[in-house]
């Protein structure tokens, strides 16, 4: 386990979060700064299987993206999500405000490191990459959380 990659997703990035303003600008994509932390929170709930997607990756490609996954590599600038899973534009607003919506994550960081506790080896679906445990997607989730944070100049 990358102890330094958990430590940044589970206490290092809130306070990283909690610095947007509903009016930050991003230097990529389409959505707004609370877009993005919903979609980041939403990212959170996929890995302890509170939102569910079929696989959308043809099962012959999995080992490449799994490469990714394991590698240093960066998620690109403008890495888009594959339109079959998230759509092409941004989604609607789930909460009332940047602060309801920054609540959320962590709450959703915290449903994370809980959904883990007794099992770290349980596995759940990522559309793109397959079935993931525990390690995997703390690889994952610190790619994503780093790109979106770059995204809005927070890193």
């Known amino acids: 386990m990358d102890d330094q990659k958990l430590n940044f997703i589970t206490k290092e990035c809130m306070p990283l979060f909690n610095t947007l303003t509903p009016d930050t ?6 959505m707004n700064a609370q877009q993005m932390v919903e979609h980041v ?15 959308v990756t043809p099962v ?5 993206y799994r ?12 890495t ?16 009332a405000s940047m602060g309801d919506a920054l609540d959320n994550l962590e709450k959703s960081i915290a449903a994370f490191e809980n959904y883990f506790k007794d099992d770290v080896e349980k596995k759940t679906l990522h559309p793109v990459f397959g079935e993931l445990n525990y390690e995997e ?6 790619k994503h959380v780093r790109h979106h944070l770059k995204q809005f100049g927070l890193l």
């Open 80 to 95: 888009k999500a594959p339109e079959n899973v998230i759509g092409e534009e941004a989604l609607a607003l789930r909460y």
């Open 41 to 55: 929170a939403a990212f959170f709930y996929v890995s302890t299987g509170k939102i569910k997607f079929d696989l």
């Open 25 to 30: 600008a991003g230097k990529w994509g389409k």
């Open 60 to 64: 012959e490609h999995l080992p490449k």
């Open 137 to 142: 997607w703390v690889l994952l989730h610190y």
């Open 67 to 78: 490469e990714f996954l394991f590698s240093d590599k960066e998620f690109r600038e403008n």
